[in-house]
């Protein structure tokens, strides 16, 4: 397995370009399913969660090509509708086949994502919803077993919570549903919105996007026009970058940004103290003369994104004063916390608030990666820390960082990727 090895204290500088938005790629992927051609998906990028998706399609009897960050996914060979447990279960968002399988061809069995290091991740709501359209839902043997015999139909579903891939299961689902499909308390990321954009532009009509209330008007069985699509920037890459800046306090500019996608974790950073040049697809942090503490809660689009959360705690850390940070989506996103206090920080929790002391002596020791974002909140922490930071287990980092370590060589850090 590989390890990054990291020497703390360098500087940063010079410029990183972001790469496409896996949590937008995933569903677009899923969403070839629906579509009567194959379809070109640009700005993929090349993370192992993409890797998975794409195999899973294949798996299902889908062919495709990527090249460099375009693929072309040619999935109206699909002639199989059981998504295996053995792909399933490296990937929690092979749950968004679900919907589209279903809508398309009445039937299919897919494999139950199971839990992960930061929760339950249960998927009851996106279930509720599919028996509100009239699917008829079995748990068998690990699997969700769905049959809707007389075809997907249009319903209003009320979402007891928000939940991200459950809205894009079932805007995929009620594309091709009979009738109008109504969805309240809808989650309104970038990734949902481009979804539906996209879902929009293949010909269906769909009302009230980028709110929590969304109106789809499905087409009654017939596949759509989906035929070319560039995958939006990653939000969370480039927000891990800007606390990459922040934290070491230089000067770095991110190309290929969405600024409009980044605006609760821009403010957050400029209440720390950091200041911003933001252009057209550009984005430069400036540093802090002083870097205050900070208090952040999680919530849902356009709130502080978890997905966040573990990077800010690091940055944290090197506030002049004690910060809070609590997580309101998951009930255990703060494995980091152990990781973090091993490297010398003072961090206690108290159910799902962490206090986080600033002014912290962090030094550099082997530590393990437990999920995707805690592994970058590790590598964060070690570019500042005395001495040398091992990072183990970062097949986890590998699920969603282009070339992270490659990316922040580039910008001066003391950075490799070695194998145990
Ligand atoms: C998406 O996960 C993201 N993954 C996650 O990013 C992100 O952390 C999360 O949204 C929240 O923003 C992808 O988009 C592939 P949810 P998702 O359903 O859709 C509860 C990363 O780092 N819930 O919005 O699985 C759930 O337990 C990953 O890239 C139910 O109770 O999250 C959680 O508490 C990690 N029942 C809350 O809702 C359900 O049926 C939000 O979950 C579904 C969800």
């Given at each position: 397995m590989d390890y990054l090895e990291i020497?703390?204290?360098?500087?940063?500088?010079?410029?990183?370009?972001?790469?496409?938005?896996?949590?937008?790629?995933?569903?677009?992927?899923?969403?070839t399913i629906l579509a009567q051609t194959p379809v070109t998906i640009d700005n993929l990028p090349r993370v192992n969660?993409?890797?998975?998706?794409?195999?899973?399609?294949?798996?299902?009897?889908?062919?495709?090509?990527?090249?460099?960050?375009?693929?072309?996914?040619?999935?109206?060979?699909?002639?199989?509708?059981?998504?295996?447990?053995?792909?399933?279960?490296?990937?929690?968002?092979?749950?968004?086949?679900?919907?589209?399988?279903l809508a398309r061809f009445g039937i299919c069995k897919v494999s139950l994502p199971g839990g992960c290091a930061i929760g339950q991740r249960p998927i009851d709501l996106h279930l509720k919803a599919l028996e509100m359209m009239g699917a008829e839902i079995e748990i068998k043997e690990g699997y969700v077993i769905a049959t809707a015999p007389d075809g997907l139909k249009g319903a209003t579903i009320v979402f007891d919570k928000i939940t991200v891939t459950g809205t894009e299961n079932i805007v995929m689902a009620a594309a091709l549903a009979e009738g109008k499909t109504h969805i309240i308390n809808a989650a309104k990321e970038p990734e949902v919105v481009q979804l539906c954009e996209i879902i929009r532009d293949a010909g269906i009509k769909i009302e009230g996007i980028g709110s929590d209330e969304l109106v789809i008007h499905g087409s009654g069985g017939e596949l759509i026009d989906i035929r070319h699509i560039t995958v939006i920037p990653d939000r969370i890459e480039a927000g891990t970058?800007?606390?990459a800046g922040a934290i070491t306090n230089s000067s770095i500019t991110l190309e290929k940004v969405n600024h409009a996608?980044?605006?609760?974790?821009?403010?957050?950073?400029?209440?720390?103290?950091?200041?911003?040049e933001i252009e057209k697809e550009r984005i430069t942090i400036k540093p802090a003369s002083r870097i205050k503490p900070v208090r952040i809660s999680t919530s849902e689009y356009p709130g502080f994104p978890t997905d966040m959360q573990a990077q800010f705690m690091a940055l944290a850390l090197i506030a002049e004063g004690t910060s809070t940070i609590e997580e309101r989506l998951f009930e255990n996103r703060f494995m980091h916390v152990s990781e973090l206090n091993r490297m010398g920080a003072k961090i206690t929790l108290n159910n799902h608030i962490a206090t986080v002391e600033g002014n912290a002596e962090l030094y550099g020791?082997?530590?393990?990666?437990?999920?995707?974002?805690?592994?970058s909140a590790l590598v964060l922490a070690g570019l500042i820390a005395k001495g040398t930071t091992r990072v183990h287990r970062i097949y986890h980092l590998d699920r969603g960082y282009v070339k992270l370590e490659k990316k922040l060589q580039k910008l001066g850090a003391k950075i490799e990727r070695l194998k145990e």
């Amino acid at each position: 397995m590989d390890y990054l090895e990291i020497q703390g204290g360098n500087r940063l500088h010079g410029t990183v370009t972001i790469d496409g938005a896996k949590n937008a790629a995933l569903p677009l992927i899923a969403a070839t399913i629906l579509a009567q051609t194959p379809v070109t998906i640009d700005n993929l990028p090349r993370v192992n969660d993409i890797f998975t998706m794409l195999r899973l399609l294949e798996n299902l009897g889908s062919t495709y090509t990527f090249e460099g960050n375009s693929a072309t996914i040619d999935a109206t060979t699909i002639d199989n509708t059981t998504a295996i447990y053995d792909i399933v279960r490296k990937m929690r968002a092979s749950i968004l086949t679900l919907g589209p399988l279903l809508a398309r061809f009445g039937i299919c069995k897919v494999s139950l994502p199971g839990g992960c290091a930061i929760g339950q991740r249960p998927i009851d709501l996106h279930l509720k919803a599919l028996e509100m359209m009239g699917a008829e839902i079995e748990i068998k043997e690990g699997y969700v077993i769905a049959t809707a015999p007389d075809g997907l139909k249009g319903a209003t579903i009320v979402f007891d919570k928000i939940t991200v891939t459950g809205t894009e299961n079932i805007v995929m689902a009620a594309a091709l549903a009979e009738g109008k499909t109504h969805i309240i308390n809808a989650a309104k990321e970038p990734e949902v919105v481009q979804l539906c954009e996209i879902i929009r532009d293949a010909g269906i009509k769909i009302e009230g996007i980028g709110s929590d209330e969304l109106v789809i008007h499905g087409s009654g069985g017939e596949l759509i026009d989906i035929r070319h699509i560039t995958v939006i920037p990653d939000r969370i890459e480039a927000g891990t970058y800007l606390c990459a800046g922040a934290i070491t306090n230089s000067s770095i500019t991110l190309e290929k940004v969405n600024h409009a996608h980044l605006v609760s974790i821009i403010l957050k950073l400029q209440e720390m103290g950091y200041d911003f040049e933001i252009e057209k697809e550009r984005i430069t942090i400036k540093p802090a003369s002083r870097i205050k503490p900070v208090r952040i809660s999680t919530s849902e689009y356009p709130g502080f994104p978890t997905d966040m959360q573990a990077q800010f705690m690091a940055l944290a850390l090197i506030a002049e004063g004690t910060s809070t940070i609590e997580e309101r989506l998951f009930e255990n996103r703060f494995m980091h916390v152990s990781e973090l206090n091993r490297m010398g920080a003072k961090i206690t929790l108290n159910n799902h608030i962490a206090t986080v002391e600033g002014n912290a002596e962090l030094y550099g020791a082997d530590v393990m990666a437990t999920d995707l974002r805690a592994s970058s909140a590790l590598v964060l922490a070690g570019l500042i820390a005395k001495g040398t930071t091992r990072v183990h287990r970062i097949y986890h980092l590998d699920r969603g960082y282009v070339k992270l370590e490659k990316k922040l060589q580039k910008l001066g850090a003391k950075i490799e990727r070695l194998k145990e």
